[in-house]
């Protein structure tokens, strides 16, 4: 099993560009949510899907939009993006089972200049 | 809002000692707590966990302990070695309810040599 993977490791932005973020995983697992992690500031959930179909915000959800049009994918997606959304981008999953333990991916390292 | 405060944000010990960190949580109706490391440049791994209805739960060095009344958590590692060097998250959550995981700040543990 590869656990939770994301899509691209690193990348680097120009003021306005857009792009998408991939997280897959392979464990079935119904939630699945993006974070971004800014120094001194621990880990923020930007938003999260509780299932197939569904998404919902987080605490900083303003400039992200997501979508999970397949159980094992999330995808987070920046229209416009600004400095203040360089960060690292993690994604988490976990089963609704009796476990609440949430599985991390690798993390995407994005630059907007 | 919901809010988890992480206390101290650097703690240095030297190897052999104990360290311990500190969280407040805000939302009484919390249920489960878990304790991740995070070593440089690595996605975040679940250390430890406790639920609400136990006080406190060893795994070898290291142990969690929950006073829900003052709604604080407690990590302690005991003995500790060079290798427990890494930034340490709680977080506190409703996995049945809200879905959401608040984490703190991080604890920056150096453990000298």
């Known amino acids: 099993n590869a656990g939770v993977t994301q899509t691209p490791k690193f990348r680097v932005l120009k003021t306005g560009q857009s792009m998408t973020l991939l997280c897959a995983q392979d464990m079935n697992h119904e939630y699945m949510y993006w974070y971004r992690q800014d120094p001194g500031m621990g880990l923020r959930l930007i938003h999260y899907?509780?299932?197939?179909?569904?998404?919902a915000k987080g605490e900083v959800p303003d400039g992200y939009n997501v979508s999970r049009l397949k159980k094992q994918n999330f995808l987070l997606g920046l229209e416009s993006a600004a400095p203040s959304q360089t960060s690292v981008y993690f994604c988490?999953?976990?089963?609704?089972?009796?476990?609440?333990?949430?599985?991390f991916g690798p993390g995407t390292r994005l630059t907007v200049t | 809002g919901e809010n988890v405060e992480q206390h101290p944000s650097t703690l240095s010990v030297q190897e052999g000692d104990s360290a311990v960190i500190k969280c407040t949580y805000s939302?009484?109706?919390?249920?489960?707590f878990p304790w991740y490391k995070q070593e440089l440049g690595k996605r975040p791994q679940l250390i430890i966990d406790?639920?609400?209805?136990?006080g406190e739960k060893k795994d070898q060095r290291i142990a969690v302990t929950l006073n829900k009344t003052a709604k604080h958590f407690s990590l302690h590692i005991t003995e500790t070695q060079p290798e427990d060097s890494a930034v340490y998250f709680c977080?506190?959550?409703?996995?049945?309810?809200?879905?959401?995981?608040?984490f703190g700040t991080g604890t920056r543990l150096k453990v000298l040599a």
């Open positions: 406790i639920r609400s209805n136990v």
């Open positions: 988490a999953s976990r089963s609704t089972g009796g476990s609440y333990e949430q599985y």
């Open positions: 899907s509780v299932g197939e179909g569904t998404t």
């Open positions: 977080a506190a959550s409703r996995p049945s309810g809200t879905y959401k995981y608040i």
């Open positions: 939302d009484s109706a919390s249920n489960y």
